[in-house]
């Protein structure tokens, strides 16, 4: 064994006032000794040891839910940590199984996942046509069912695996988005998440003239306002919309159009409640959250691009409760901050230090706030977002202990 001194454990943060906050268990990507024992590859499995797999039972089902990335968005969690987790649920006597949409499975070979790689199957969450699902009724604004995927309805066992980045629709892509936009068929992500502000009347017609409204698609610096002027429509692209308010000063004399904060928020609100959907599913004991915070690109794996990193490297957390984790997940974002020459200059970034805003929200608009959906969250009661911070490795006690002698290369050599 490379060190033999007690696993170490160090409460880091506590943003709690209750006596029983949720636990986050944190490996930082900084170490304090070269020795193999500190890095954080090995803080990975530590991470994953705290969180306990033992309620796997033997021949459990185990949906690893990650998004594979798409053509050359390479940034997403390196295979080389997806194996050590597929081992680990193999070492518990599950049946693992790595899954996500049908498009990302078929071309993740190109970013390095096989089956041979990752050590389990690779399988699309709703079948080769995105068909196979399971109807849920859901009540909510125009939305009035969703198709949650197979993959992930039929599993015993989740393992919401995810890489922490920026997001266009929402300001933040993490464990919430994972399962809520992962965890239903295409037609329901698009037509359904990415429609929910159609409920809305941000544009009244009758007070709009054709001339108007081509004003108005002009006035907008993102491109988002688009007009048919055959159907006298103008449609949002609220997506792309990072409210800098230039359509609504040019419409301040006919007062058609309105960009409210509800309009963004019922976005959250949808991947709030599709993301318990999914979760109830699962027996309480059986549902795993693991996160991690490298390679912070500002937009989603989705984009299928390589982009900078717009946020420092931070680490990995592990938790059994999903508020407590994203809520983790965005402090730490927030406390490291966003760095300034790796915004993309296409992202028009509120960086006015009087300006108080989450790093997400710089990129996307104050509307896009990232906190939103954890408020929505606890409110289901699918988690509490007073966790404590329990800190694995740490580089403050790693760095005083001795690095053990020969611990590098221990397999065998050509040489
Ligand atoms: S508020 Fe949104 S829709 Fe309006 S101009 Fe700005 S980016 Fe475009």
């Known amino acids: 064994m490379p060190h033999t001194e007690p696993f170490l454990v160090e409460v880091l943060n506590c943003n709690t006032m209750s006596s029983k906050p949720s636990i986050v268990y944190y490996g930082s990507i900084q170490h304090g000794n070269p020795g193999r024992f500190a890095s954080f590859s090995q803080k990975v499995d530590e991470v994953v040891k705290k969180l306990d797999f033992s309620t796997i039972e033997k021949k459990d089902k185990v949906a690893v839910k990650m998004h594979l990335g798409f053509n050359d968005g390479y940034q997403t969690i390196p295979v080389f940590f997806v194996r050590r987790i597929v081992k680990a ?7 693992p199984y790595v899954t996500d949409n049908p498009t990302a499975v078929y071309n993740a070979v190109n970013r390095g996942y096989t089956s041979e790689t990752c050590g389990c199957p690779i399988l699309p969450t709703a079948g080769v046509k995105d068909g196979y699902t399971y109807k ?77 409204a081509k004003k108005l698609v002009k006035s907008c610096p993102k491109k988002c306002l688009k007009y048919n002027e055959e159907k006298h429509k103008l449609t949002f692209a609220f ?42 599913t699962f027996d309480e004991n059986k549902v795993f959250f693991i996160n991690f915070l490298i390679d912070i690109t500002a937009l989603c794996d989705c984009w299928g691009i390589a982009q900078p990193h717009v946020v420092n ?103």
Request: aromatic share 10%; with cysteine; proline share 5%.
């Open 239 to 280: 997506d792309m919309c990072n409210q800098c308010m230039e359509c609504i000063e040019a419409d301040k004399d006919i007062g058609c159009m309105k960009i409210r904060p509800e309009y963004f928020s019922a976005f959250q609100e949808l991947m709030a409640i599709g993301a318990k959907a999914v979760l109830d």
């Open 136 to 212: 849920m009724k859901i009540k909510y604004k125009n939305v009035d069912s969703l198709e949650l995927v197979g993959s992930l309805h039929d599993a015993d066992v989740l393992i919401d695996l995810t890489h922490v980045k920026g997001h266009n629709s929402c300001g933040y892509g993490g464990a919430i988005k994972n399962i809520a936009l992962g965890g239903f068929h295409g037609p329901s992500r698009w037509h359904k998440f990415h429609a929910i502000h159609e409920s809305f009347e941000y544009w009244n017609a009758e007070k709009c003239t054709p001339e108007h």
């Open 313 to 415: 490297d931070i680490g990995v957390l592990g938790s059994r409760d999903i508020v407590a984790i994203e809520a983790a997940s965005l402090d730490l974002v927030a406390k490291e901050g966003l760095i300034e020459s790796m915004i993309p200059p296409f992202i028009k970034t509120n960086l006015d230090p009087e300006v108080d805003l989450h790093p997400f929200a710089r990129l996307f608009g104050p509307m896009k706030n990232p906190y939103l959906v954890l408020d929505y969250a606890e409110k289901l009661g699918m988690g509490s977002k007073e966790y404590k911070i329990v800190e694995l490795l740490s580089a403050k006690k790693t760095m005083k202990m001795k690095t053990p002698k020969g611990a590098f290369e221990t397999e065998p050599s050509f040489f």
């Open 89 to 95: 649920v193999k070492d518990a006597g599950g049946y």
